[in-house]
């Protein structure tokens, strides 16, 4: 089998095509004026899914994420405080990040902020209006033209009625439904409401709209032409419509091969809002549902990206009482966990017998087989993880084996937990600069560059981390 991914574009399962060249992913950042919360980070998991799935099927990926440090929200929030729009973003950056490590989300390889590609926006500006597909209105705004576009609506597979009805009208915010396709701002000239956010262009001066940034920094750090472009489905209308519409005009070249989205995730049922008091962030499920990171992200991961999926709680109370007494999903991840857990540990253990008992390489040889598979099939972890717990039910029943298969075992479960990210223990986990570094090491030790990877693994003692090259493959241990 081959890789497929879903394509939003096509609607469809397509091949991913042969790991020939560095894969250039660009997946849309947070917007940092506030925590993020679980319904987000359901979609950095899945971007962090994808890149880790891209990796371990043998693809050298580049990753861009933007940070939207410029928009209708962070300007609003910075002014609320009366603190600079950088101090501001800065904050919230932070926060998304310990959140992201906490998770064993790996760092994307480039984090450009918005407002440090300002050139480059005005730039993209600048050949829309020359490509005649842009206009400035009365105002000093910048408009995208989108019945100059032939191609609008394709992503979102917008009925061309809705298209028509919105034609000739114009939309400055930032976001707005699907129920209004009108021409969007690429360029806002300045308002009162901005303050000091402004920056000079020679069609005047203001700020990039939201959907510009994406593009303009896409084609900044990976060129104008990307393998995958992934995002959340709230997204695909208008935020990614657009972005195609803007960047295809500029380049007349197809934007993305592949548009993949994740679907939402309600929280006991429900979508979650403030007002139904059952809106979190990381924090609080850590600290209200007492689960660690871990069990966090097994949970969001547990349900395929595609599907809808619920963090079940159980609440008390109703109206301004309601509170949670119990998070079902997180006392769910926590048992699936302890079970995966204990196997692993007792693999060496039960390896008390000369030989592995018949038929037990065939048992693992098949689980990798269905892992794998699951992986390729539009990277479905239920199907991933369903492989795993039936190896553990099959080894268990075989009561004891030698060494030999332990530690086939246990690089299984080393290797399949590159695309999950959550098997190994909570203590045990390396940070991502270790994994980093833990990489590096083995690495130089492949290219036999035995100075680098000394130089690498006195980086690792100094944090407590011992590595060991095995025959079987390189091992860590923490203190
Ligand atoms: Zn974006």
Redo the contacts with the bound molecule.
């Keep these: 089998m081959a890789l497929l991914l879903h394509d939003t574009l096509a609607r469809e399962k397509r091949p991913f095509g042969p790991p020939d060249h560095p894969i250039k992913m660009?997946?849309?950042?947070p917007t940092v004026y506030d925590r993020v919360h679980i319904g987000n980070l359901r979609a950095f998991l899945f971007y962090d899914l994808l890149r880790r799935s891209l990796e371990w099927l043998g693809y050298e990926v580049r990753h861009v994420m933007?940070l939207?440090d410029v928009d209708d929200k962070t300007i609003r929030g910075a002014r609320r405080e009366g603190v600079p729009l950088r101090e501001f973003t800065e904050r919230y950056t932070r926060t998304f990040l310990d959140d992201c490590d906490a998770l064993r989300i790996l760092r994307p390889h480039v984090m450009p902020r918005a407002t440090d590609a300002i050139p480059e926006m005005i730039a993209l500006t600048e050949r829309l209006l020359a490509t005649g597909v842009a206009y400035r209105s009365d105002d000093g705004s910048v408009y995208f033209k989108i019945a100059a576009f032939p191609g609008y609506g394709k992503l979102s597979h917008l009925e061309a009625r809705t298209l028509q009805a919105g034609a000739g009208g114009r939309v400055a915010q930032d976001e707005y439904d699907k129920e209004s396709a009108h021409d969007f701002a690429l360029w806002k000239a300045w308002s009162e409401d901005d303050g000091d956010v402004a920056w000079d262009a020679p069609f005047g001066r203001g700020r990039p709209g939201?959907?510009l940034?994406?593009?303009a920094l896409?084609f900044k750090h990976l060129g104008e032409a990307l393998d995958v472009?992934a995002?959340g489905v709230d997204?695909v209308f208008p935020?990614?419509e657009n972005?195609i519409a803007q960047s295809e005009a500029a380049s007349g070249c197809t934007f993305a091969r592949f548009w993949l989205h994740n679907e939402h995730l309600l929280v006991g049922g429900q979508k979650m809002s403030k007002s139904l008091k059952n809106f979190y962030t990381l924090g609080d499920l850590v600290t209200l549902g007492q689960a660690t990171p871990r069990e966090v992200r097994y949970a969001l991961i547990a349900a395929h990206y595609r599907s809808p999926s619920n963090l079940a709680v159980t609440y008390e109370g109703e109206g301004e009482a309601r509170r949670p007494v119990r998070f079902d999903s997180l006392v769910d991840a926590r048992g699936a966990l302890k079970r995966l857990d204990a196997f692993r540990r007792d693999l060496r253990a039960r390896a008390t017998s000369p030989a592995a008992p018949d038929g037990a390489h065939e048992r693992l040889a098949r689980a990798r087989t269905a892992f794998h598979d699951a992986i390729e099939d539009d990277l479905n972890v239920p199907r991933a993880l369903a492989a795993l717990f039936e190896l553990v039910a099959d080894v268990n029943r075989l009561g004891a084996w030698d060494v030999e298969f332990a530690a086939a075992v246990e690089a299984f479960w080393d290797d399949a937990d590159r695309v999950l990210g959550v098997l190994a223990p909570e203590a045990d986990a390396l940070s991502p600069e270790e994994q980093a570094l833990f990489e590096r090491w083995q690495a130089a030790r492949a290219a036999k560059d035995w100075a680098g990877a000394d130089a690498v693994k006195a980086e690792l003692t100094a944090r407590g981390v011992t590595v060991q090259a095995r025959k079987d493959g390189a091992t860590w241990t923490r203190g």
Excluded: I
């Excluded at 660009?26 to 950042?29: D, E, L, P, R």
């Design positions: 660009y997946t849309c950042g933007n939207t939201w959907h940034e994406c593009s896409a472009h995002g997204l935020h990614h972005e």
